[in-house]
């Protein structure tokens, strides 16, 4: 059908040249009348693919979404669209819902965001199913799924969708890759021979780093300096940790705010909002924090401890760079944080078998932090997609790692395991080789190990290191039942006997000196003070309109017409992301500071 009308709302409606990877098809699917899957990362532009089809087809598009706190914000950034949109939740009050309910009876919103207890009320579904409704997407639709890892009572429900509505395209979306997971959504849903797309999982834009931790506020600091001004968020695992780093933070002058399911829901609500609406905040949060944020302008994610999963990870550090401008991701962990993740798993109320099902992932996630190859190619085999060798922008490309023999090593740190019973932590061990004098040491006679202090002359951060790479090449394990102790496994005993080699990653202390920029500050001094003033003229116009910048611009519009520096009202409109609607508000402004600058 129409595909043409499409491009052309795509690029007077929202200033764009083109459809991006799937979007196209997708919409196609939906104006054809059909069902669709939809998977795309996060970034991959889903919101156009139900969005488009809601303006061209006749009726009210419906989107159903788990985030009832985000609704209003997606609602604005409609309506500055010149998209007639509203949304219906717990939030408005009466007077507002019988005006939503109204415009939607006289068939004048395009969009309506639903959230779901309220869509599944049998009042809401009767008053709906009086008007044509264009197209009913489900946002976040792994939610409906309890092998997905964001499982939501109420998502279950939506299965009832299809039966109220059986001649509506119904589309689900989602940034989940794991085919179990897709099945599921396709089930609930009851989706009908559903188009099903998907796209690669790659985030090109995302540059991945992974270190060991050694001083992990020094090393977030360092980070940070790149990062002046920027938004971004600090991943912590608990949530004291998340209040002292936010702290210090603040104490080195940084705009930061803490975020975690233990803080009262206000202050939550406030310091998310102001993530959302500043344009230099960085929220240091649990993973509490996060899902359905859809900041384009996130540009850096940082890890201070092991997330659980690499699932988790790909999650949590997706939510940088959506708007495909350069962000940088960062971890830092050590073996602490297994040995802690396990320990919490131990205790958790999970069924065995699921329990076995984490560790593994903890397992897989541990060796993609010590890979020796491309990690991004890594981490795309993880979710079975072939990738290139290279990537060039990860770690690992831009600074290869060096491996070198260490069988000598490894075979002194193996052989104190063993004499200390197996039963031991790799604190002891390290103890033990470095010959302390520790009260351990004493209690157990360990100064009588043949081993004692043959390793003395090595600091003890490396043999922690060597202990990891054991680990992860299989020639320990940890046994979590007794709280860490490293056990032999069939592997160390062929490594004992030298009938194999092992080969150690050298540590990178610190990432060398990154090559390639990874901030897109690149901006040359006579630019700058134009940049400075596009940027105080969007958080003006964002004041004034009550409005977060991103709404006015994004980023990339400003880097453009800073670049072209556009004269007229015409030569703007070809700028990336001025649409009819922006033009018209706020083009006169932009000119005249761009006029200014001439
Ligand atoms: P998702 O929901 O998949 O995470 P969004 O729909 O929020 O992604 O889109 C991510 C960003 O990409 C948004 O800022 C959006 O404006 C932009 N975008 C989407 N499609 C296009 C396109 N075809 N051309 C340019 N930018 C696009
Ligand atoms: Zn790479």
Sequence with gaps: MNLQAAE?????????????????NAIDAVLSGRDALVLMPTGGGKSLCYQIPAQLRAGTGIVISPLIALMQDQVMALRELGINAAYLNSTLSMEEQRQVTQQFAAGQLQMLYVAPERLLQPKTLAYLSQQPISVIAVDEAHCVSQWGHDFRQDYLGLGVLKQHFPNTPLMALTATADQRTQTEIEQRLQLQDPVRLDASFDRPNLQYHVSVRQDARKQLIKFLARHKQEAGIVYCLSRKKVESTAEWLVSRGINALPYHAGLPAQLRQTHQQRFLREDDVVIVATVAFGMGIDKPDVRFVFHMDLPKSLEAYYQETGRAGRDGEPAEVHMVYGLQDVVRLNQMLNESQMEEQQKQVERHKLNALLGWCEITHCRRQGLLNYFEEQAPTFCGNCDVCISPPQTREATVEAQKFLSTVYRTGQRFGTAHIVDVLRGLDTEKIQQHQHKQLSTYAIGADVSASHWQSIARQLIV???????????????LTDNSRALLRSEKDFHYREQLAEPAERKKKASRNGVSEQDRSLWEALRECRKQLANEHDLAPYMIFHDATLMQMMEERPETLDSLSFVHGVGASKLDKYGEAFLEVIGAHA
């Design 8 to 24: 052309q709302l795509l690029q007077t409606t929202y200033g764009f040249d083109a459809f991006r990877g799937q979007q196209a």
């Design 473 to 487: 090449q299989g020639y320990l394990s940890n046994d979590f039942e007794r709280y860490g102790a490293l056990t």
